[in-house]
C-alpha cells in the first residue's frame, strides 16, 4: 500500500508532468529578449494578408480595453509574466506572418466546429482575418480540384515556415484504404506524410490526431494511429481532448509567433501551459472533495448542491488539462460544471480505460501515465490533495488581476 | 466530351464522381471514403459507454446522437416492461438542447455552404459579403453560430460532443439565471434573423403563408432567392419527392409521404442495404465505391430533412412553396431556413416551460447490467433528417449497435437499376456546379454517414 503510494505520488509530482509557473527572473528576461528580436523580425517580413488586427478590432467595434483583457488571458494561459503582456499583443497583431495549413483526416470534424468557437475577440476575425489560414477543407470557399490546387500551392509557396494541424486519426490497416483523399485516392498516412514533410512543426489537434482516439478503440477495426506515430524527425505537439479546447490551438501559434518555437512539452507531447495540471487540481468543486462531500448518484443532494463528482466517475483526478480554468464555448461552461464529471477525454486510451459509469471508486483503472495499477479508493483521498501543482497559476492568475486594474485606473 | 467528371472534398473527403453523355449528367456516384467503424467498436463495450462513444461520431450533430442512444437505453426498459419515469424537466431539457444543435447548424449551412457557393453563379460584388472567411456576413453569421450554441453549453457543459443526458433524466440542473442566459442566446439568434437573414420581423415571418408573402423580405433569404431563380434552381434538383420523417418531437410529426398522402410509419418496414457499400477486411468488388450504406422504407428511397418535416407537420408557406417548386433545390433551402425561425420560436417557448423544483434524474429502479438479453431503438430528428439508433444488449455489455444516419437516406448509393435520392436529383443536370449545389441542398455529413 505505502510502496503504491509512492509510486502514485512520483506518477504525479515527476519532471515531465510538472509545470514550472515561475522560472525565475533571469529565464524570462531572456525569453523576453528573444521574442523581441523575433516579433521586430517578423514585423520587417512583409504580411501574408494585409490586414491590420488593430483595424479589424476597431472596425468591430471592440474597444482596446476588451482586446488588453483577452491578451491577458492569453499570457496567462501561455504562463508567462504579465510582462509579457505587450508582446503578446503585437504577436497577435502578426498572426498574419505565420501561414497554417489544416488538414482532416479520420475525423468527425468536431475540432474544426470547436475552433470555429474559438475564444473572443471576436476571434472569428482574429483568426480568419488576420491569421493566415491557408487551408482549411471544411472551411474555404473551394472544392474539388480547386482546392487541390490551393493545398499544394500553400505548401510549396510556403516550405518550412507553415504550421501543419492535423485533425484526426490515420488509419494503418487493409494498407489505409480506410481513409483516402483526392482525386487520386491518396491515403491518410500517405497525404499527412506528404503535407508534413515541408511544415515547421506539427500540431495534432484533438484525441484522434494525438493518440488514435475513438477510431483507435478495441478492436480497432481500421488500425488508427496518431500523429506522432508516424511522423519523425520534426517537432510535433500534441493537443489533445474531444474537442481540443481552441484555446490551446490558439495559444500553441502565438506561442510560435512569439518564439519562433513550440512551447515546451511533457512526455506525451503536450504544451505545458495546457497540460502541466490536472483537471482536479483547479476543478471548481475541488474544496467538496476536499470536505469529503461527494455526489452519490445523478439527481441526489450532493448533485443539488454541485459537490465533488468523483464518486460517480469523474476523471478529474487522474486527466491533465486546463479545462477547468479556461473552459469550453468561450468560457461559458464545462463538463464539471453541469455535473456530469470529467471522462479524461485528453488522456491517451481514455476510450478504453475510462469510459462512462464505471466511477473510479469501483473499477481498476491506471494512472494516467502508466505504471500504477490499484484502484482509486486506494490511492487515499489524502494524497490526492496533497499536491500543489496548481498553486503556481494561481499566482499568475492574481498577478494579472493586479495588473487589468492597474489600467482601468489610467483608463 | 467529357466522360468523367469528379468533384473531390465536396464535404470533407466525400466526392462526387459524374458520368456525362451529350452535354448532360448520365451517372453520378456520390462517394465517401473515410470510414472509422463505430458500430464494430461499440461491440462488447459496457452499456453507458456508447453515451461517450456515440456522439462522437459526429462532430456537428453529437448531441443528436447522444439523445438517440439515450432513448434507445431507456426502450430497452419499455421493452422488458420497466418503463423509466423520465421528469417533463428532463424531456424539455433534452429537446432544447437538440434543438439549439439544429439552429445552430441551419445558421452555418447556410452561411458557410449554400450562399458561398451560389454566391459563386453571380459575378455581382454585392454578393461578396458571402466570401468564406472573408465576406460580413460569413463572419457575422459564424459569430451568431457561436453565441447561440453557447446556450447548450449552459446545459450540457460544452459544444462540441455535449454528454449530459443519462438513462433516467439529464444531469444538468440549470437554475433560472442559466435559463435566461439561454433565453438571451437565442435572442441574439431571432435579432440575426430579424436583422440579416430575414431582414423581417420575427412574428410577421411566421405567419407567412404564400411567395407573396415571402417577397417581402429584405435580407439573405432574398439574396438567396434572387440568384436562384436567375440560376433556375427552382427547377432543379428533383428526386422522388417522397418524404420520411421518422422523430417526433414539439415541432416535428412522424410520418411519410409517397405521392400525396401522409401516412404513419411502421419501423419493421425500414431497412438498409450494403450493395454497393465496402465491407471491411473484406477485399473491395467492382461495383462498390463508398463507405455509405443504402437505406429503404418498404425498400423504396424516401428523402429526409427540413422539407420532409414541413410537408409532414403541414407547414403552411412551405407546402405552398413546394407546391410551386416541388424538392427542387430553391424549396429544400428555402424549407431549411424556414424551420430555422420555427425551431427558434419554438425552443423559446420550451425553455420558457422547464420548471426548476422538478427533479431532472429519476434513478432507474435496477441497472441495465441486470437485463439478461433485450433490444432498444430510437428515432430522433437531427439536422438533416431522420436518424435511428438500434442497440441490442446482452448481461451488461452491447451485442450489437446499428446506426443509421439521414445522410444515409439521401446520399447512400442506389441499388440495382434504382438512383438513391441525390443521385436521382443531380443525373440529368448539364452542370457540373449545378450538381454541386443540388448535392450540398441535402446537407452533406459525411462523417455521420460512414461512421
Avoid at chain 1, 241 to 265: D, K, S
Avoid at chain 2, 24 to 47: C, H, M, T, V, W
Amino acid at each position: 500500500m505505502v510502496d503504491s503510494q509512492d509510486m502514485v505520488k512520483k506518477v504525479f509530482t515527476q519532471k515531465s508532468a510538472r509545470i514550472d509557473t515561475n522560472k525565475g527572473e533571469e529565464y524570462y528576461n531572456c525569453l523576453f529578449e528573444n521574442a523581441k528580436q523575433r516579433i521586430s523580425m517578423l514585423q520587417k517580413q512583409p504580411a501574408l494578408k494585409d490586414i491590420d488586427m488593430i483595424d479589424v478590432i476597431e472596425s468591430e467595434g471592440i474597444n482596446r480595453r476588451d482586446f488588453m483583457k483577452w491578451v491577458s488571458a492569453t499570457t496567462a494561459t501561455l504562463m508567462l509574466p504579465p510582462m509579457f503582456e505587450p508582446l503578446v499583443a503585437q504577436a497577435t497583431e502578426l498572426m498574419n506572418r505565420v501561414p497554417v495549413v489544416w488538414i482532416e483526416l479520420q475525423d468527425c470534424a468536431g475540432n474544426s466546429e470547436a475552433l470555429l468557437r474559438s475564444s473572443a475577440p471576436t476571434v472569428d476575425d482574429l483568426l480568419f482575418d488576420v491569421l493566415s489560414l491557408e487551408f482549411h477543407e471544411t472551411l474555404q470557399a473551394a472544392a474539388g480540384h480547386d482546392a487541390d490546387r490551393q493545398l499544394e500551392e500553400a505548401v510549396e509557396h510556403f516550405k518550412g515556415k507553415y504550421l501543419l494541424f492535423v485533425e484526426g486519426a490515420i488509419p494503418m490497416a487493409n494498407d489505409g484504404k480506410y481513409g483516402t483523399i483526392g482525386a487520386s485516392g491518396e491515403t491518410f498516412h500517405e497525404h499527412l506524410m506528404r503535407m508534413s514533410k515541408d511544415a515547421a512543426a506539427v500540431v495534432a489537434v484533438g484525441t484522434c490526431a494525438t493518440f488514435g482516439g475513438i477510431p483507435a478503440a478495441a478492436p480497432n477495426p481500421t488500425g488508427a494511429v496518431g500523429v506522432m506515430d508516424l511522423v519523425k524527425g520534426k517537432p510535433v505537439v500534441n493537443i489533445p481532448a474531444c474537442p481540443a479546447n481552441p484555446a490551446n490551438m490558439v495559444g500553441v501559434i502565438l506561442h510560435f509567433v512569439l518564439t519562433g518555437q513550440i512551447p515546451e512539452l511533457d512526455s506525451l507531447l503536450r504544451p505545458k501551459f495546457a497540460f502541466g495540471y490536472r483537471i482536479h487540481d483547479n476543478c471548481e468543486r475541488r474544496a467538496h472533495f476536499d470536505a469529503g462531500e461527494f455526489v452519490e448518484e445523478w439527481g441526489d443532494i450532493g448533485a443539488q448542491n454541485n459537490w465533488c463528482l468523483y464518486k460517480v466517475g469523474c476523471k478529474g483526478p487522474m486527466t491533465f488539462n486546463n479545462c477547468s480554468i479556461i473552459r469550453y464555448n468561450e468560457g461559458t461552461n464545462w463538463p464539471v460544471g453541469v455535473g456530469r464529471g470529467c471522462i479524461g477525454c485528453s488522456e491517451p486510451d481514455f476510450w478504453d480505460k475510462y469510459a462512462y459509469e464505471r466511477p473510479m471508486a469501483n473499477a481498476n483503472i491506471k494512472a494516467p501515465t502508466g505504471g500504477v495499477e490499484k484502484t482509486v479508493d486506494e490511492f487515499g483521498l489524502g494524497l490526492l490533495t496533497a499536491t500543489t501543482i496548481g498553486i503556481g497559476l494561481h499566482a499568475v492568475a492574481s498577478a494579472i488581476a493586479g495588473k487589468k486594474s492597474e489600467q482601468n485606473e489610467e483608463e | 466530351m467529357k466522360t468523367v467528371d469528379i468533384v473531390e472534398r465536396i464535404e470533407g473527403e466525400a466526392k462526387l464522381v459524374c458520368s456525362w453523355k451529350e452535354n448532360k449528367i448520365s451517372d453520378a456516384r456520390i462517394e465517401f471514403l473515410n470510414f472509422r467503424g463505430f458500430e464494430y467498436i461499440l461491440q462488447n463495450k459496457p452499456i453507458l459507454d456508447s453515451l461517450v462513444y456515440t456522439p462522437r461520431i459526429c462532430g456537428i450533430c453529437g448531441q443528436a446522437h447522444l439523445k438517440a442512444t439515450v432513448e434507445a437505453l431507456e426502450n430497452i426498459y419499455e421493452n422488458v416492461n420497466e418503463a423509466l419515469v423520465i421528469t417533463n424537466k428532463a424531456k424539455l431539457l433534452r429537446e432544447i438542447g437538440l434543438n439549439i444543435e439544429i439552429i445552430d447548424s441551419h445558421i452555418k449551412w447556410f452561411y458557410m455552404f449554400i450562399m458561398p457557393d451560389i454566391a459563386k453563379l453571380s459575378n455581382d460584388i454585392k454578393y461578396n459579403k458571402y466570401e468564406p472567411l472573408k465576406g460580413s456576413l460569413w463572419l457575422n453569421a459564424s459569430r451568431v453560430a457561436s453565441e447561440t450554441i453557447k446556450a447548450i453549453a449552459i446545459i450540457g457543459g460544452q459544444w462540441p460532443h455535449t454528454s449530459y443526458m443519462i438513462p433516467g433524466g439529464v444531469m444538468s440542473d440549470p437554475t433560472l439565471f442559466d435559463l435566461t442566459s439561454m433565453q438571451n442566446y437565442l435572442e441574439q439568434a431571432i435579432i440575426f434573423f430579424e436583422n440579416t437573414l430575414g431582414g423581417i420581423d420575427f412574428e410577421e415571418y411566421l405567419a407567412f403563408s404564400n411567395m407573396e408573402d415571402f417577397l417581402k423580405t429584405n435580407g439573405s433569404l432574398i439574396d438567396f432567392k434572387n440568384i436562384a431563380f436567375k440560376n433556375n434552381l427552382e427547377k432543379i434538383g428533383k428526386a422522388y419527392d417522397s418524404h420520411i420523417v421518422l422523430g417526433s418531437s414539439s415541432l416535428f410529426e412522424s410520418g411519410k409521404i409517397k405521392i400525396k398522402n401522409i401516412s404513419k410509419i411502421d419501423s419493421s418496414k425500414i431497412s438498409e442495404s450494403s450493395i454497393n457499400t465496402f465491407k471491411v477486411n473484406i477485399s473491395k468488388k467492382e461495383n462498390e465505391y463508398t463507405w455509405s450504406k443504402t437505406a429503404l422504407y418498404a425498400n423504396e428511397f424516401y428523402e429526409t430533412g427540413p422539407l420532409s418535416r414541413a410537408l409532414i407537420s403541414n407547414r403552411k408557406f412551405i407546402k405552398t412553396i413546394h407546391k410551386e417548386y416541388q424538392d427542387s433545390v430553391f424549396t429544400r433551402v428555402l424549407a431549411r431556413m424556414d424551420e430555422l425561425a420555427h425551431l427558434l420560436y419554438t425552443t423559446k417557448k420550451l425553455i420558457s416551460k422547464v420548471d426548476t423544483s422538478e427533479p431532472s434524474f429519476i434513478k432507474p429502479k435496477y441497472s441495465l447490467n441486470d437485463i439478461e438479453t433485450a433490444i432498444g431503438s430510437s428515432f430522433i430528428e437531427a439536422s438533416r433528417g431522420s436518424l435511428s439508433h438500434k442497440v441490442e444488449v446482452s448481461k451488461g455489455l452491447i451485442k450489437t449497435y446499428d446506426v443509421i444516419t439521414p445522410t444515409v437516406w439521401n446520399l447512400g448509393p442506389g441499388i440495382k437499376d434504382k438512383y438513391g435520392v441525390a443521385q436521382k436529383a443531380i443525373v440529368g443536370l448539364d452542370s457540373i456546379s449545378k450538381a454541386e449545389i443540388v448535392l450540398r441542398s441535402f446537407d452533406i455529413c459525411s462523417v455521420c454517414t460512414t461512421h
